[in-house]
Each structure stands twice: as structure tokens, then as C-alpha cells.
Nanobody, 116 residues
Framework: QVQLVESGGGLVQPGGSLRLSCAAS????????MSWYRQAPGLERELVAT????????RYADSVRGRFAISRDNAKNILYLQMNSLKSEDTAVYYC?????????WGQGTQVTVSS
């Protein structure tokens, strides 16, 4: 079965950096676009970044463009999100996502807290 396991979250000061990882299994990772979403308390889940199955055409939410970088290692079945220049408004639970033809899968999420 499809499994997505996020890691790398934590507490960081404003201006700091974190790298999130998502270990994927149960499907052919290299065939699917992958995304990171986040959800802050009281707000809807929002798309942060997407990377295609191959190639370099990544997409970002306006709020993170220039600060975050999504990447993938198809040999290791791992999705990454490098987050730099973090702000308090980046505080949220971050989720890994894969969307297939009839199903949409999520990891359990990893908490990122940006605070001094």
C-alpha cells in the first residue's frame, strides 16, 4: 500500500532553515508528481510546492517562492523540501502528497514551528 512518511520538522528561529524529507513506498515513485502542502491552525490546507515526475518545472506558492526548494531523489524514493529564511507565518504541519488517477494520498505530517 502507498505510504508517505515525513520527517525533519522542528522548532527553528526566524531566518533559520530546515529540510523536510518524505520517504515514499508502495508505488512507482518516479512516475508521479509529488507535492508538499501545509496547514496552520484554523486555516485550510494549502499547496506549498510541486515537482513533476521528471524534469525541472517546479511550482511554488507565492508565499514561499525564492525561499523554499522542492526536489526529489527517484533512486531513493525520497521527496525533499528545503526551507530557508523561515518566517513565523511558515509555522504549520507540513504534509507530503501524491495524487493518482483515483486516489489522493497523504503522509501523517511533520510540525514546523518558527519562533524566537
Amino acid at each position: 500500500q502507498v505510504q508517505l512518511v515525513e520527517s525533519g520538522g522542528g522548532l527553528v528561529q526566524p531566518g533559520g532553515s530546515l529540510r523536510l524529507s518524505c520517504a515514499a513506498s508502495g508505488f512507482t515513485f518516479s512516475r508521479y508528481a509529488m507535492s508538499w502542502y501545509r496547514q496552520a491552525p484554523g486555516l485550510e490546507r494549502e499547496l506549498v510546492a510541486t515537482v513533476p515526475s521528471a524534469g525541472s518545472t517546479t511550482r511554488y506558492a507565492d508565499s514561499v517562492r525564492g525561499r523554499f526548494a522542492i526536489s526529489r531523489d527517484n533512486a531513493k524514493n525520497i521527496l525533499y523540501l528545503q526551507m530557508n529564511s523561515l518566517k513565523s507565518e511558515d509555522t504549520a504541519v507540513y504534509y507530503c502528497n501524491v495524487r493518482m488517477l483515483y486516489s489522493n494520498y497523504w503522509g501523517q505530517g511533520t510540525q514546523v514551528t518558527v519562533s524566537s
